[in-house]
């Protein structure tokens, strides 16, 4: 069976993760991506650590056959060809291959496809159905434009920073890049819904995502304006400000979180915790109360959590109906038995050594009923496919690929 994207051709002119977030999933639902990357530069994450090689993982490239780890993940399912965009030989041919494409996407800063001469005008010119994709970091209009932005600056600019970690102390990031994973993902849907109205109209378009907007519209559903008003910190750790309690407790043997978002939650939680006799204080069945007197309420929980392990409270209150998770580590993560039977931890494929990596990858997160998605390749060598990509879509034969090669331009 074909992909739900079969027969779609993306151009992908994408770094880092952002842009490698929307197109591998585009290349995950069946899309035939190919990566172009300049010919003296490649692409920065296939030769970065830390690597994965003969000798395992390293910080430092020890063989030949090591590459990135980075790369060997963001680049499944996706085809290489090298290309300067800079020269004008490249951009005519780039241009050729847009006249075939059904769409391109980029994350250059703001303006810098205009520059090359390869913005959406340009690209419309050439192919008025192509559907063009552009990721930065706060967007090509305002006055933050032109700012430079990797996740860190995103996370404290949009007042996500502000939010994580506990009160009264330095504010801290999310563990990953969640501004470049989340903005990936709706760059992903944006081409999906673009190439829907093409389909109905016949016409392409511009779609643009910014890192900033997708994590700010995620972030502001929680009604962060209002928390000074209602004498909340603005960093509330673990727990959520409708509901109590809502946190991290400690197990005999780690961590376990815990939450109670209806009343009903929270009876069937006194009553495992053997605590039903607090259904008779006035104040304790008051959310409103529980909330501004968060500290009372997690201090009834710990005191029963101490005394458990991980595995029991789960047991425990998965039979009370209670909603709770053990805080894994990465190796349990790993083991657990919920990811593997859904194909979310799959193994990588280092494309120079022919061998498995040492280190997984994760599946893909959309499972549809009528048609297969994921990574059915691993990532190729860089310019593995510069050749059958220019002979395909430009028409150039050897000895024109040669002299091209000879100068530069792949």
């Known amino acids: 069976m074909a992909g739900i994207l079969d027969g779609i051709v993306v151009l992908d002119l994408t770094r880092f993760f952002s842009g490698p977030q929307a197109t591998v999933l585009l290349a995950g639902m069946g899309a035939e991506v190919i990566k172009i990357d300049d010919p003296a530069t490649g692409d920065p994450t296939a030769f970065a ?4 090689g003969p000798g395992g993982i390293a910080m430092e490239r020890r063989t030949p056959q090591d590459m990135g780890l980075a790369y060997l993940k963001r680049a499944r399912a996706k085809k290489s060809m090298t290309l300067n965009l800079k020269s004008a030989e490249g951009r ?3 241009l050729a291959m847009v006249a075939r494409a059904d769409a391109v996407v980029e994350n250059f800063s703001a303006g810098v496809a205009d520059r090359l001469g390869i913005g959406y005008d340009d690209l419309k010119a050439v192919n008025p159905r192509i559907v063009c994709c552009s990721i930065t970091g706060y967007g090509t209009t305002g006055p933050a434009r032109d700012a430079k932005a990797y996740d860190l600056m995103v996370q404290a600019a949009v007042g996500f920073m502000a939010m994580t970690g506990h009160p009264d102390e330095a504010p801290v ?3 990953s890049p969640l501004s470049d994973a989340i903005s990936g993902v709706f760059a992903a849907k944006g081409v999906i819904a673009a190439l829907l109205h093409r389909e109905r109209t016949g016409h392409g378009q511009a779609v643009e995502v910014a890192m900033a907007d997708c994590l700010f519209a995620l972030a502001f559903d929680e009604p962060i304006d209002c928390y000074e008003r209602l004498d909340l910190a603005a960093r509330q750790g673990n727990r959520i400000m409708r509901f109590s309690p809502f946190n991290a407790y400690p197990a005999a043997d780690g961590w376990v979180v815990i939450g109670a978002a209806t009343h009903a939650e929270w009876v069937a939680l006194l009553e495992a915790m053997g605590r039903a006799d607090l259904k008779d204080d006035a104040d304790m069945m008051r959310v409103g109360w529980r909330i501004m007197h968060n500290d009372q309420v997690d201090a009834v929980v710990s005191a029963w959590t101490r ?5 029991q409270i789960a047991r425990a209150l998965d039979a009370a109906g209670v909603p709770s998770s053990p805080i894994r580590s990465t190796d349990e993560v790993l083991r657990w038995e919920q990811l593997r039977a859904r194909s979310m931890i799959v193994p990588l494929r280092n494309p120079l050594s022919g061998a498995h990596a040492a280190a997984a990858g994760p599946g893909f997160p959309i499972k549809f009923g009528a048609t297969p998605a994921g990574y059915d390749a691993p990532a ?3 310019g ?4 059958e990509m220019l002979a395909r879509f430009a028409g150039l034969d050897a000895d024109e690929r040669a002299r091209l090669r000879a100068a530069g331009v792949i």
């Open 380 to 382: 190729p060598i860089p």
């Open 307 to 311: 005394g458990l392990t991980k595995d």
């Open 173 to 175: 990031k999310a563990a």
């Open 49 to 52: 650590p830390p690597f994965d």
């Open 384 to 387: 593995a496919h510069t050749d």
């Open 92 to 94: 005519r041919i780039f």
